[in-house]
């Protein structure tokens, strides 16, 4: 089992404990060494209780559980809480800013034990009744239980592509089965996926019927499927499964039909039909056919939302997307200099091994205390460090970055003789969340104006299904950002896709160069880069508009060309 799987697990027994009253000593025992487990980078599965126990904080009974988790997936304490907590109560917890004290406030006085009921509550106002809550603190717990509602079931895109990535495997080997493809949102690389949508030709039904029934991690919907679709839950993440059942011979024409976005499906073409139309009249043998019968190009399935792409098309003015091959360097990563898992020097031999040129590391800065934040004198050690590398890993590069903190006022938590030292500047918001969009957007307008500031970060802070982002106004952002000279970043990690793909549009058309940005807090999430790229290819972006495309010498001069830049305006 990997060590996230098992940290979490460990996780919410913690959060379990404090529901459930234990001792305050042995929680934070608990959250103690979880911290410390966030922080080792070798696998936990591979260790003995003995090994185990060298770690700072783990136990003997820790120890333990660790092994049992590895071994049967869960371990006692872990059930027996479980066994006692209600099921509505564990999505009652993942409510954003309210921890166990205050859900078991609710629970044990007004014997609430779902979201349902919590909402309810709150719109009778009964939650601001209750002692240490008030109108205020109900108004966020009504605002943050309907957004929860409002994305119940979904999943974030890698955790649904990594799923059905199993599935369509498992299908594949199936007696009769001739072709499988997802289809819908999960091909069209939507961030969020709520129903998994996979679509089958086959010769015998009765198999992947029997693939569904027998399958102990699946629950079949029988109500709502039918001859043409089987519709049904994976139980480990409440995810919507629909399987929709087609004919080889009719196979391309529907994937594209389930494929695109009605708004793609249904437009005038040319010829003043429409797609939907067309795949009425012919079957055709592949996607690129129904494209060229139409007389357009053919259409990367991520782009088929029909907004841009059409008219693109129209001129026979498709950009080429950018891919993989094309990221010459990982801009934004963290070390153990501050909150990351691995070491400088780990971070970099990773990223060698992968293929890149350069690496950018911005760890966080002193105003993130919680983070590990580098005060001045630890700027400095870390840029010796990264001079010795330099030398030893030639010609491959760390440039040296930051992810300074935007203040109140916009300022960023460095002196500009600090702010100097860096090659680039990562502006990003922490804290504080809780702004409307004056104060949230005239934040970032001065970071944004600040010279030193290269790459603005996650843009609104969201963390998709845990917490909406900071209203802003995008396009005031962006404008700034390219009156500034400022990189935009879609930060890569899947619970942040942040910038929205939607306005990624609008940065480019301003002539914005955007950095995909995987903000690895550990070498395996260099790999998050993919996500963030199928964010930047939804809104049409090209090796050209990338930043972190440009090759090492490329990217040098450009640092460098910045910060005399900056020099000559403080």
Not at 114 to 134: E, P, Q, S, Y
Not at 500 to 520: E, F, H, M, T
Request: charged fraction near 30%; include cysteine.
């Amino acid at each position: 089992m990997e060590n996230k799987q098992i940290i979490k697990i460990l996780k919410n027994t913690a959060k379990l404990m404090e529901l459930h009253g234990e001792n305050d000593f042995k929680i934070k025992s608990y959250q103690s060494a979880i911290n410390s487990l966030e922080r080792f980078n070798k696998s936990l599965a591979t260790l003995s209780t003995d090994e185990l126990q060298k770690i700072e904080g783990v136990g003997k009974s820790l120890a333990q559980a660790i092994s049992d988790i590895n071994q049967h997936g869960s371990f006692e304490l872990f059930d027996e809480l479980s066994a006692k907590t209600p099921e509505g109560i564990f999505e009652m917890m993942q409510l954003s800013g309210f921890g166990p004290k205050k859900i078991k406030i609710i629970w044990e006085k007004l014997q609430i034990e779902n979201l349902d009921d919590l909402l309810i509550a709150c719109k009778n106002n009964k939650i601001a009744a209750l002692k240490g809550f008030g109108d205020k603190t109900q108004a966020k717990l009504e605002e943050a239980v309907e957004f929860k509602l409002s994305w119940r079931g979904y999943l974030h895109y890698r955790e649904a592509s990594q799923l059905a990535e199993q599935i369509v495997k498992e299908l594949k080997s199936i007696e009769g089965v001739k072709e499988v493809s997802v289809t819908a949102d999960i091909r069209r690389k939507m961030e969020v996926i709520k129903p998994l949508e996979i679509l089958v030709a086959s010769e015998n039904k009765a198999k992947i019927i029997q693939y569904v029934s027998k399958n102990e991690y699946f629950e079949l919907d029988k109500k709502n499927s039918g001859p043409l679709s089987l519709k049904f839950l994976y139980k480990p993440l409440k995810a919507e499964i629909n399987l929709n059942f087609t004919s080889k011979e009719q196979f391309i024409n529907d994937l594209f039909k389930t494929t695109a976005h009605p708004k793609h499906l249904n437009a005038e073409l040319k010829n003043g039909s429409s797609f939907g139309n067309m795949l009425k009249e012919k079957q055709f043998n592949s996607e690129e056919d129904i494209y060229k019968a139409a007389e357009f190009p053919f259409i990367a399935p991520e782009l088929r939302e029909g907004l841009w792409e059409l008219d693109w098309a129209k001129e026979n003015a498709i950009p080429k997307l950018v891919e993989m091959s094309d990221l010459k360097g990982i801009l934004h990563n963290h070390s153990t200099y501050s909150d990351g898992k691995n070491s400088l020097e780990e971070m970099a031999h990773y990223c060698t091994e992968l293929g890149y040129d350069y690496l950018g590391i911005s760890d966080h800065s002193k105003t993130a205390s919680y983070a590990n934040g580098l005060q001045e004198f630890r700027v400095q050690k870390q840029h010796e460090e990264i001079d010795i590398l330099n030398k030893k890993l030639a010609p491959f590069k760390i440039f040296k970055g930051i992810e300074s903190d935007i203040l109140n006022d916009g300022s960023l938590d460095y002196a500009d003789d600090v702010l100097k030292s860096f090659d680039f500047v990562v502006a990003s918001i922490h804290s504080p969340l809780s702004m409307d969009e004056k104060t949230a957007t005239n934040r970032l307008l001065n970071a944004i104006a600040n010279p030193f500031t290269t790459i603005l970060g996650h843009p609104t802070g969201r963390l998709l299904l845990q917490r909406k982002g900071y209203p802003i106004n995008h396009k005031a952002v962006i404008d700034a950002c390219a009156e500034y000279g400022v990189v935009i970043e879609i930060n890569a990690h899947p619970w942040r896709l942040d910038l929205d793909w939607r306005y990624v549009r609008y940065a480019l058309d301003k002539g914005i160069q955007i950095s995909i940005n995987p903000d690895a807090h550990e070498t395996n999430g260099y790999h998050d880069m993919y996500y963030g790229l199928s964010v930047g290819r939804k809104a049409g972006l090209t090796a050209k508009e990338t930043f972190n495309a440009k090759s090492i010498e490329e990217i040098s001069q450009y640092f460098s060309d910045r910060k005399k830049s900056a020099l000559s305006k403080v």
